[in-house]
């Protein structure tokens, strides 16, 4: 039997990835019946919701940003299907998407169900050295060091188990989406299964600068989960000498040929550097007690 699905996507300031995800939506292999999209427009200032108003979907509006988050949940409460998946407005993905989502049996114990994340282009040196080091994939994501976890641009998540743990977090910006995951198996008992056949695809930061901002945000995310979980999330001093031996077997291909090689090294500099820098920056918060 085919479930229904709500395909929630917050929005912001997305006018130049709009055309691209909605051709990627209509494309989308599953039953009109059966499927609904609902878009959250999280505050936009530059015409989102006018470009969005003629389209096919339930667009919701929010006069003035809320966060991701928050408009993940807007979206949740409003959805009507068995499984709400979630996407983001720099993705676009397959047009089987769903159906490789869905194509297994889904067992009674399994709360969500997480597709793959590959580079929509890898027109930038950057967005190549992204892919190459699996930032984005959930094949390199999910088996974390503590839980596995997933990211918001490739996953659906039992509806009824979302609602009834309120939600993502929404007084905060970055790593909601793995606290999310975590509340999910530590609280619930639930487990999350990989579809790697059910790919989105993501375009990913373009310059030094949106990398050196994406580390950032992920130092803020550690630390909060380091703050949210202090029980589970443990940095691990192995790891770090891991990363170091890794910027010295960077070095190393630096010198070999190769277009990219001699960037790596520095990349792999700037996104550590941006790690730690996030990390004792704290957690980003949306709303501050």
């Known amino acids: 039997m085919t479930p229904k699905v709500s395909i929630v996507i917050p929005v912001r300031d997305a006018r130049e990835d709009l055309p691209r995800l909605l051709a990627a939506l209509a494309a989308l292999d599953w039953p009109g019946h059966a499927l609904e999209t609902i878009v959250v427009d999280d505050g936009s200032t530059d015409g989102t919701s006018a470009i969005l108003a003629g389209e096919r979907l339930t667009l919701i509006r929010e006069p003035e940003s809320r966060g991701p988050y928050a408009a993940r949940n807007r979206g949740a409460r409003a959805a009507t299907g068995e499984w709400i998946t979630f996407t983001d407005g720099d993705c676009a993905p397959r047009p089987d998407w769903l159906r490789r989502l869905f194509a297994d049996p889904v067992e009674d114990g399994v709360g969500a169900l997480v597709g793959e994340v590959l580079a929509l282009e890898t027109a930038t040196p950057v967005q190549r050295f992204i892919e190459s080091r699996g930032f984005m994939r959930h094949a390199v994501t999910l088996p974390h060091k503590a839980l596995p976890c997933f990211s918001t641009a490739n996953v659906a998540v039992r509806r009824d188990l979302l609602l009834s743990l309120g939600g993502f977090r929404e007084d905060v910006r970055f790593f909601g989406d793995m606290d999310l995951s975590w509340r999910m198996q530590l609280t619930r008992g639930a487990t999350l299964s990989f579809r790697p056949d059910a790919v989105v695809l993501h375009r990913h930061r373009r310059s030094v600068s949106g990398l050196w901002k994406q ?21 691990d001093g192995r790891e770090q000498l891991r990363r170091l031996g890794g910027l010295g077997a960077a070095a190393a291909a630096a010198l070999s040929p190769g277009a990219d090689a001699w960037r790596t090294p520095g990349y792999l500099a700037l996104w550590y550097g941006g790690l730690a820098w996030g990390y004792v920056k704290g957690p980003a918060w949306t709303i501050r007690a």
């Open 215 to 235: 580390a950032v945000q992920h130092g803020q995310g550690v630390a909060f989960m380091r703050r949210s979980h202090p029980d589970v999330y443990r940095i």
